[in-house]
């Protein structure tokens, strides 16, 4: 529906919010004129935020990996739970692709019907 051409953007310094909040959908369906298409825009970047924080996460995750074959040497690592518990202190990606929707900071352009996929 759309083609979007996504911000490089420092997630973790997004102001959105950590808990669920209502949204004016009049306000959302400003911006395409249709309250459906805002929502795609909306979805696909939150994919697009969802995987890079796993990405991240999982990178900072395999510094402390322990490729040993003895099961009985796990060991909690602080660090590990330190970097854990901040990634789930973030705000989730819907809320923060909502709040760079809102702020006019996705770029996103409608493709025309000559255009194939």
């Not at 051409?5 to 420092?10: A, G, Q």
């Not at 825009?41 to 796993?54: C, F, L, N, P, T």
């Amino acid at each position: 529906m759309f083609n979007q051409i996504y911000p490089t953007m420092d997630f973790k310094k997004v102001k959105a919010a950590n808990n669920t909040k209502p949204y004016d959908l009049d306000k959302l369906e400003e911006k395409t004129g249709n309250i459906y298409e805002s929502l795609v825009v909306i979805g696909r970047r939150a994919e697009q935020i969802a995987i890079e924080m796993k990405q991240e996460l999982d990178q900072k995750l395999n510094e402390f990996a322990s490729y040993t074959d003895n099961l009985e040497e796990i060991f909690e690592n602080r660090e590990q739970i330190e970097i854990s518990r901040f990634y789930e202190r973030l705000p989730k990606p819907t809320a923060i692709a909502i709040q760079e929707f809102m702020d006019g900071k996705i770029k996103y352009k409608k493709p025309t019907k000559d255009t194939e996929f």
